[in-house]
DNA sequence: CATGCGATCCGCT
DNA sequence: GCGGATCGCATGC
């Protein structure tokens, strides 16, 4: 049985776990928790997106309204709008400036049975708690995350959404291959997912 | 189970 | 105008 509690019931991760570059970070917020309130996710699955040396990239070409959190600084939530439709989470990572982010891409749902009914009726197309937040924009759906999100400290205690660690370490061994759903860049192995976990996107 | 497509936003061509 | 860091439904095997 997974550990039950509130979402502050975790103290944030440090900083300086997430002012590394994207991709050395990324595998190391496997099993970090994502919060909104006392709804938690386990993050299970995760992608690096570079700065303007990432042709995958949003902040390949530069700052603009959409993209300006990536350079805001580590720690930050940068929530974008995907295919018009959906919200997708990201971690921003590196230096102020940089342009670089983690995209969160599934999570396993955790909390009370209150929250878990919750997260169901957000998404009443997930027919198993398996499909509840496995992909981007199923877990800001799940966890009730929006563009309004965007720009969040995720690292202030306080913030609605916050990124927490329960002591679980990351996996002992993580899985990586090429990220979903970019054409460019597709050498870099920069997608990072727990083995063996059901909660994976696809 | 595999493939196709619509929804509908943002940034670049 | 078009191509995405997507998802869910419809269709057809």
């Given at each position: 049985m997974v550990a039950m509690g509130t979402g502050d019931t975790w103290d944030p991760v440090d900083r300086a776990v997430v002012a590394g570059d994207a991709w050395e970070v990324a595998p190391g917020l496997l099993h970090a928790l994502l919060c909104v309130g006392n709804r938690v996710g386990r993050i299970v699955e995760v992608e690096a997106y570079g700065g303007s040396d990432d042709p995958a990239s949003h902040a390949h070409r530069g700052r603009t309204d959409r993209n300006a959190t990536m350079f805001g600084g580590p720690g930050l939530l940068y929530c974008y709008r995907s295919y018009g439709i959906h919200t997708c989470a990201n971690v921003v990572t590196g230096?102020?400036?940089?342009?670089?982010?983690?995209?969160?891409r599934a999570v396993e749902p955790l909390g009370s049975e209150v929250e878990l009914t919750a997260m169901r009726s957000e998404r009443p197309a997930a027919r198993r708690t398996v499909e509840l937040a496995n992909g981007p924009g199923k877990l800001c759906e799940a966890l009730g995350i929006t563009l309004d999100d965007d720009g969040t400290d995720l690292l202030d205690p306080h913030s609605?959404?916050?990124?927490?660690?329960?002591?679980?370490?990351?996996?002992?061994?993580?899985?990586?291959?090429?990220?979903?759903g970019i054409s460019r860049a597709v050498e870099r192995p920069w997608r990072f997912w727990a083995p063996a976990i059901p909660y994976v996107s696809r």
């Open positions: 230096s102020e400036g940089d342009g670089q982010a983690v995209l969160v609605r959404v916050t990124l927490r660690s329960d002591g679980m370490a990351p996996p002992h061994r993580v899985a990586s291959g090429p990220r979903v």
